[in-house]
Each structure stands twice: as C-alpha cells, then as structure tokens.
C-alpha cells in the first residue's frame, strides 16, 4: 500500500522560509510528485511538481520563491519556500502520481505565514 507521509509545516512569519519534505512508502516508481495547496474557501491549486527526469511546473503564484527537489531513489520530494507571505497559508499536500495514472495524495501539513 502507497502512503505519501507529509513534515515541516508550521507556523512561519512573513519573510520566513520553510521546508516541506514527502516520503512516499511502497514499492512503486512515480512518473511525478509534486505539492498542491488549499487555503480556506479555496481550489486546491498546483504548487510545484517535478517529473522523473527533473523538468519542474511552478504554480505562477509561487514561481521565483520556490523551488522542488526530488530523490528518485528515495521516493522523496521536497519543497523549498522562501519569502513566505500570508497569503501563502494554507495546507500543502503531497501529491504523486504512478505511471499507471493513479494519483495518491498525502494527509496534509499546515502552514500558517503571519504579518
């Protein structure tokens, strides 16, 4: 069984940075892995993904204050989020997909960017 097991989420101030790390458990190859975002009353939205071979999408929200890394080998991804803004609260779910087009998604890690 696949699980996606989310950590580094919390309580952050503007101009802050944090990291967000996903490990995927079980013996599985994912074709990308990626982070999405769910702020309250809003669309999940795209954060970030990064394909096997490394090309990388950046939601246009986030582009130029974030940047993801992934380790095939470990089935890891990770997000690095720098001059973080308020608006940038919400929860982050870790998302990948297999080449099999099945998407798992993580339970979620909160983060909350004060003022």
């Known amino acids: 069984q696949v699980q996606l097991v989310e950590s580094g989420g919390g309580l952050v101030q503007a101009g802050g940075s944090l990291r967000l790390s996903c490990a995927a458990s079980?013996?599985?190859?994912?074709?990308?892995m990626g982070w999405y975002r769910q702020a309250p009353g809003k669309q999940r939205e795209l954060v970030a993904l990064?394909?096997?071979?490394?090309?990388?999408i950046y939601g246009d929200s986030v582009k130029g204050r974030i940047t993801i890394s992934r380790d095939n080998a470990r089935n890891t991804v990770d997000l690095r989020m720098n001059n973080l803004k308020p608006e940038d609260t919400a929860v982050y779910y870790c998302?990948?997909?297999?080449?099999?087009?099945?998407?798992?998604w993580g339970k979620g890690t909160l983060v909350t960017v004060s003022s």
């Open positions: 079980g013996s599985i190859s994912f074709g990308a």
């Open positions: 990064v394909t096997t071979g490394g090309s990388t």
């Open positions: 998302n990948a997909v297999s080449y099999d087009t099945i998407n798992y």
